[in-house]
């Protein structure tokens, strides 16, 4: 943990110098430091403690700082203590697919599936299709993932469309899994193993694993180590942020 004179050489100040600093000078410089430091050098001087009182300055860095607009206690700044507190993440950080968590939620959220299957006609046993049912063709799936604003697998296995359009339409599973599903190569989600599709989705989709249980999680679902291509896209896919965003969804 840093001390006070820590934090003060690293923003290069003394202790002798802070009187003599305007209170906005004291804000912009607060703006740049972590929670944490803030809440240590608070009573440091008279100067930074009265900018420690601002609302203003606790509002901008629980935004900065987790991405939430929205007060949760009775004042910003025990908003800001208690997220710190909760190590909660940071939903401006920008995701594999370059959108901020905070987008992808909104996006997932925004989403009004129904109404897209009404509107483009879609019938969901057509999807899949059994014994006496017709099925869509491929070039069907496609056009309808596309139309609801989704990039189609590059395949020419029908199943896999098929079971992207579901997933589009959380017919199987939640959208979030979907959002994860789009960017992990095919020759992890969708190899010629019987059940791998399920056991993966089940035991990697949501998750987080650091780097050593991620290798022996992929060897045990594979039966082979990942390249380092797939593991470096798995790590980027399967965050721990989007793992903590996921057990919300489901509290």
Same mark, same amino acid.
């Given at each position: 943990?840093?001390?006070?004179?820590?934090?003060?050489?690293?923003?290069?100040?003394?202790?002798?110098?802070?009187?003599?600093?305007?209170?906005? &000078?004291?804000?912009? =410089?607060?703006?740049?430091?972590? %929670?944490?430091?803030?809440?240590?050098?608070?009573?440091?001087? &008279?100067?930074?403690?009265? &900018?420690?009182?601002?609302?203003?300055?606790?509002?901008?860095?629980?935004? /900065?700082?987790? @991405?939430?607009?929205?007060?949760?206690?009775?004042?910003?700044?025990?908003? $800001?203590?208690?997220?710190?507190?909760?190590?909660?993440?940071?939903? *401006?950080?920008?995701?594999?697919?370059?959108?901020?968590? /905070?987008? !992808?939620?909104?996006?997932?959220? /925004?989403?009004?599936?129904?109404?897209?299957?009404?509107?483009?006609?879609? *019938?969901?046993?057509?999807? *899949? @299709?059994?014994?006496?049912?017709?099925?869509?063709?491929? #070039?069907?799936?496609?056009?309808? =993932? +596309?139309?609801?604003?989704?990039?189609? %697998? !590059? +395949?020419?296995?029908?199943?896999?469309? $098929?079971?992207?359009?579901? &997933?589009?339409?959380?017919?199987?599973?939640?959208?979030?899994?979907?959002?994860?599903?789009?960017?992990?190569?095919?020759?992890? +989600?969708?190899?010629?193993?019987?059940?791998?599709?399920?056991?993966?989705?089940?035991?990697?989709?949501?998750?987080?694993? #650091?780097?050593?249980?991620?290798? $022996?999680?992929? =060897?045990?679902?594979? @039966?082979?180590?990942?390249?380092?291509?797939?593991?470096? =896209?798995?790590?980027?896919?399967?965050?721990?942020?989007?793992?903590?965003? /996921?057990?919300? $969804?489901?509290?």
């Amino acid at each position: 943990m840093e001390t006070v004179d820590e934090i003060l050489e690293r923003i290069h100040l003394k202790k002798g110098s802070l009187a003599s600093l305007p209170p906005a &000078v004291i804000q912009e =410089i607060f703006i740049d430091l972590s %929670i944490g430091q803030i809440l240590k050098i608070c009573r440091s001087s &008279v100067a930074f403690n009265s &900018v420690c009182g601002r609302e203003s300055l606790w509002q901008i860095k629980v935004w /900065n700082d987790f @991405g939430i607009e929205k007060k949760y206690w009775d004042t910003w700044r025990k908003t $800001a203590e208690n997220l710190l507190k909760m190590k909660m993440i940071n939903l *401006n950080k920008k995701w594999v697919n370059g959108m901020t968590y /905070n987008e !992808v939620i909104n996006q997932i959220a /925004n989403r009004s599936e129904f109404e897209a299957e009404e509107k483009l006609d879609i *019938n969901r046993r057509m999807i *899949n @299709g059994a014994r006496n049912i017709p099925r869509y063709t491929i #070039d069907e799936l496609r056009d309808f =993932i +596309t139309r609801l604003g989704e990039t189609h %697998i !590059v +395949t020419n296995d029908r199943h896999l469309p $098929a079971t992207q359009l579901k &997933v589009i339409l959380n017919i199987r599973i939640h959208g979030l899994w979907d959002a994860q599903l789009q960017h992990l190569p095919n020759t992890i +989600t969708f190899p010629h193993i019987a059940g791998h599709r399920e056991k993966f989705m089940e035991a990697m989709l949501g998750h987080y694993y #650091d780097e050593e249980s991620l290798d $022996a999680k992929t =060897i045990e679902l594979l @039966g082979r180590r990942l390249t380092d291509k797939e593991f470096e =896209i798995i790590q980027d896919t399967l965050t721990r942020e989007f793992a903590i965003i /996921n057990l919300a $969804a489901y509290r």
